[in-house]
């Protein structure tokens, strides 16, 4: 499992919205530890963590757990990745911030089934 160079916060909500803006650079290491592959996500990026409305009760889009994952996520998807691969990271991160195995594997079929639904 790989890990982020900075574990603070770097993000605001943006008033009134279930989006966020990176107050910070989002740095995360692809793969595992020592593997030297970089993404670094920009400070001032907006993001969400898109869950329907009914289901807010069971997965909150303000969670802190799955917002610099998040951030990735929508990053990579912004640079032409594709939706499993950039997943990938996505499931890697949330597992970085502590997501447990169930949440994270749901939250992993959302946002690669997202524009299949």
Known sequence: MSAYTDARAPYIRIDGTDRYRLTGPVMWEIGVKGSGLWVSVPR???????????????????????????????????????????????????????????????????VILWRWS
Do not use: E, I, N
């Not at 929508?74 to 594709?82: C, F, I, V």
């Open 44 to 110: 001032g990026r907006g993001f969400d963590v898109s869950v329907p409305r009914g289901l807010h009760w069971a997965v909150s889009p303000h969670d802190p757990r799955y917002l610099k994952a998040a951030a990735l996520h929508d990053d990579l998807l912004g640079r032409g990745w594709d939706r499993v691969t950039a997943g990938a990271v996505f499931h890697d991160a949330l597992r970085a911030d502590g997501v447990g195995p169930v949440r994270r594997l749901v939250m992993l079929l959302a």
